[in-house]
């Protein structure tokens, strides 16, 4: 089975913090990198940050860096995104998958984070 779920979205005040979980089964995660994505509505879903297979090394955009962590725990197959000093561009849906991106998985439902005040 081939599932991802996301979760930890909500409504944050600008520069608050949220922390977004992303459980993907064995034969997504296992040994690949993972990545968060995110899409505003009417734009396309864009690659924001991923870590490697063991945790150890991160990339991300420029628009999050140094603001926004993203890290995995191999045991639960879970990959986080620890996101602080939030702004109201941050507004969207929040998606993860493997990275680069695997036509032959599903996305999930995301997740929908939105800064407001």
């Known amino acids: 089975q081939v599932h991802i779920v996301e979760s930890g979205g909500g409504l944050v005040q600008p520069g608050g913090s949220l922390r977004l979980s992303c459980a993907a089964s064995?034969?997504?995660?296992?040994?690949?990198?993972m990545g968060w994505y995110r899409q505003v509505p009417g734009k396309e879903r864009l690659w924001i940050a991923r870590?490697?297979?063991?945790?150890?090394?991160?990339m991300y955009q420029d628009s999050v860096k140094g603001r926004f962590t993203i890290s995995r725990d191999n045991a639960k197959n879970t990959v986080y995104l620890d996101m602080s000093s939030l702004k109201p561009e941050d507004t969207a849906v929040y998606f993860c998958?493997?990275?680069?991106?695997?036509?032959?998985?599903?996305w999930g439902q995301g997740t929908q984070v939105t800064v407001s005040s």
């Open positions: 998958n493997k990275s680069p991106i695997d036509s032959n998985i599903p």
């Open positions: 064995t034969n997504i995660f296992a040994g690949n990198v």
């Open positions: 870590v490697n297979s063991d945790g150890d090394m991160a």
